[in-house]
């Protein structure tokens, strides 16, 4: 119990104090008028307030993750803790802060403009692609998710079909509807429940006897898997995702002042590290440690563990809470990663996005790539989700050293965790069944072996930019 209240301060703690931190580095500046106000056009800049700003990226940031996620890392026991309280200071909400307020400094950008800027153009193509392709994989996990869910708990004639067909419509009015009519009105109200139901599982767990267990860096992973790098892509969103980089851009039109950064970048990521705490340490105090947690997921699969939680310690509001909240946060992520790539190719294009005409253009094809992809295995797809999320997140970060080594600001913030997600993602694919499938003796010291290179590619950079820098100040000398 210690150990889980511990964590709860300690992300409590670091909003608080290591975000304040990284926002006197950035140095938002108030003085700065803000592209909901500088490029107005009433569908996708449009100012809105702050409290509604947060709960609306919370919502797109979250999805399924900081709760199936967690309960798939809580499967390593409490060492998932560690990786949810420190992943989330230092690595997501930093990744989460930058990816917003280099977007809100560069007119809303989205991430391969931001990308473009700062790493070239050439990666600027090739990120492109990946963010688009990224995009259209989450819209279609989270399209697949709550279909299959509203198919079991409706009568056999509404299939998955039907329920398929009802999101994907849904999903496109999300799309191509100004930001303020469907996402700006409904999604305060769903980060609201997703809010209640991590409070009421936590005092379920306090107050009904369950027991936390202390922390432990012990593999408690029933199957033995490997905590390296297994359990860091496994929590994702409950510690940093690549995707984020990709929502953080349609609140970034929106923020009415750069201050309001920190609270709606860094707090929304802290608000999902803490909800991913709360899932991750109720799945395992609730069936009494990790075997009994694997036997759940494998009997009713994540979403069977979240209802049978929530009903047990919140009773039939809680239990009709939770399948809400189950069926609703893919989709709040399923309909804004769709938006986003619609809003990433008209940039990319420099397509005029106020006619809905041109809107509906990008949209219907994005929407019949991802009925089609909907038909593959769902195992599959996420695997491949998993990969280019924590790549995405890599990518974003070294974009943020190189912002902060440009203008001479301390750039450690974000090379310490761009570093350490290389060597996530580069081991990861050189060992997982969907990559190159090598053993650890080799995948380890392999991703160990590409993030050095890649921070000395990065020292090398430091080392031109003040050669540059010095000469331009004896010129003007």
Same mark, same amino acid.
């Given at each position: 119990?210690?150990?889980?209240?511990?964590?709860?301060?300690?992300?409590?703690?670091?909003?608080?104090?290591?975000?304040?931190?990284?926002?006197?580095?950035?140095?938002?500046?108030?003085?700065?008028?803000?592209?909901?106000?500088?490029?107005?056009?009433?569908?996708?800049?449009?100012?809105?307030?702050?409290?509604?700003?947060?709960?609306?990226?919370?919502?797109?940031?979250?999805?399924?993750?900081?709760?199936?996620?967690?309960?798939?890392?809580?499967?390593?026991?409490?060492?998932?803790?560690?990786?949810?309280?420190?992943?989330?200071?230092?690595?997501?909400?930093?990744?989460?802060?930058?990816?917003?307020?280099?977007?809100?400094?560069?007119?809303?950008?989205?991430?391969?403009?931001?990308?473009?800027?700062?790493?070239?153009?050439?990666?600027?193509?090739?990120?492109?692609?990946?963010?688009?392709?990224?995009?259209?994989?989450?819209?279609?996990?989270?399209?697949?998710?709550?279909?299959?869910?509203?198919?079991?708990?409706?009568?056999?004639?509404?299939?998955?079909?039907?329920?398929?067909?009802?999101?994907?419509?849904?999903?496109?009015?999300?799309?191509?509807? %100004?930001?303020?009519?469907?996402?700006?009105?409904?999604?305060?109200?769903?980060?609201?429940?997703?809010?209640?139901?991590?409070?009421?599982?936590?005092?379920?767990?306090?107050?009904?006897?369950?027991?936390?267990?202390?922390?432990?860096?012990?593999?408690?992973?029933?199957?033995?898997?490997?905590?390296?790098?297994?359990?860091?892509?496994?929590?994702?969103?409950?510690?940093?995702?690549?995707?984020?980089?990709?929502?953080?851009?349609?609140?970034?039109?929106?923020?009415?002042?750069?201050?309001?950064?920190?609270?709606?970048?860094?707090?929304?990521?802290?608000?999902?590290?803490?909800?991913?705490?709360?899932?991750?340490?109720?799945?395992?105090?609730?069936?009494?440690?990790? %075997?009994?947690?694997?036997?759940?997921?494998?009997?009713?699969?994540?979403?069977?563990?979240?209802?049978?939680?929530?009903?047990?310690?919140?009773?039939?509001?809680?239990?009709?809470?939770?399948?809400?909240?189950?069926?609703?946060?893919?989709?709040?992520?399923?309909?804004?990663?769709?938006?986003?790539?619609?809003?990433?190719?008209?940039?990319?294009?420099?397509?005029?996005?106020?006619?809905?005409?041109?809107?509906?253009?990008?949209?219907?094809?994005?929407?019949?790539?991802?009925?089609?992809?909907?038909?593959?295995?769902?195992?599959?797809?996420?695997?491949?989700?998993?990969?280019?999320?924590?790549?995405?997140?890599?990518?974003?970060?070294?974009?943020?050293?190189?912002?902060?080594?440009?203008?001479?600001?301390?750039?450690?913030?974000?090379?310490?965790?761009?570093?350490?997600?290389s060597a996530v993602s580069v081991t990861y694919i050189l060992q997982a069944p969907e990559g190159f499938k090598l053993?650890?003796?080799?995948?380890?010291?392999?991703?160990?072996?590409?993030?050095?290179?890649?921070?000395?590619?990065?020292?090398?950079?430091?080392?031109?930019?003040?050669?540059?820098?010095?000469?331009?100040?004896?010129?003007?000398?």
């Amino acid at each position: 119990m210690f150990t889980f209240l511990l964590s709860l301060v300690l992300l409590i703690l670091g909003y608080i104090f290591y975000g304040a931190f990284v926002e006197k580095i950035f140095k938002p500046d108030d003085s700065k008028t803000t592209p909901a106000y500088t490029m107005p056009d009433g569908v996708d800049y449009v100012p809105i307030s702050t409290p509604k700003a947060f709960l609306i990226q919370l919502l797109n940031i979250a999805g399924l993750g900081p709760i199936f996620g967690a309960l798939s890392g809580a499967l390593w026991g409490p060492a998932a803790f560690l990786w949810i309280v420190f992943g989330s200071i230092f690595a997501g909400a930093v990744h989460d802060y930058f990816s917003g307020m280099l977007s809100l400094r560069h007119k809303g950008g989205n991430v391969p403009d931001i990308v473009g800027i700062y790493l070239g153009s050439t990666i600027k193509k090739i990120i492109i692609v990946f963010s688009v392709i990224l995009l259209v994989l989450v819209g279609t996990v989270f399209m697949t998710g709550p279909a299959q869910l509203l198919s079991k708990l409706t009568p056999e004639s509404l299939n998955f079909t039907f329920w398929l067909v009802i999101v994907l419509c849904y999903y496109l009015l999300a799309t191509i509807l %100004p930001v303020d009519q469907i996402i700006g009105r409904l999604y305060p109200l769903f980060g609201a429940i997703l809010i209640f139901m991590a409070i009421g599982v936590t005092g379920g767990i306090l107050f009904k006897g369950y027991q936390i267990p202390e922390l432990t860096l012990a593999n408690l992973h029933p199957g033995k898997l490997p905590i390296w790098p297994l359990m860091f892509i496994s929590i994702a969103c409950g510690a940093i995702s690549g995707f984020h980089a990709t929502q953080s851009p349609i609140m970034s039109r929106c923020v009415k002042k750069e201050t309001d950064g920190r609270k709606v970048f860094y707090g929304a990521m802290i608000a999902e590290g803490i909800i991913a705490l709360i899932w991750a340490a109720a799945g395992i105090a609730f069936y009494n440690g990790t %075997p009994g947690l694997a036997e759940a997921i494998k009997a009713g699969g994540p979403g069977g563990v979240v209802h049978e939680i929530s009903t047990t310690l919140l009773g039939s509001i809680g239990g009709v809470l939770a399948v809400l909240g189950v069926i609703v946060c893919p989709i709040t992520s399923g309909d804004t990663a769709f938006r986003a790539a619609r809003m990433t190719i008209a940039d990319t294009f420099n397509f005029e996005q106020k006619p809905i005409s041109n809107r509906l253009y990008i949209a219907i094809p994005l929407f019949i790539i991802g009925a089609i992809l909907s038909q593959i295995n769902f195992d599959i797809i996420w695997r491949y989700f998993a990969w280019t999320n924590q790549t995405l997140a890599m990518i974003v970060l070294w974009t943020a050293a190189v912002y902060l080594v440009k203008y001479r600001l301390l750039h450690w913030i974000a090379t310490i965790p761009a570093t350490f997600m290389s060597a996530v993602s580069v081991t990861y694919i050189l060992q997982a069944p969907e990559g190159f499938k090598l053993p650890i003796a080799i995948s380890y010291p392999a991703g160990i072996i590409s993030a050095l290179i890649l921070f000395g590619i990065f020292l090398r950079f430091i080392i031109k930019n003040n050669n540059a820098g010095i000469k331009s100040e004896q010129v003007s000398a």
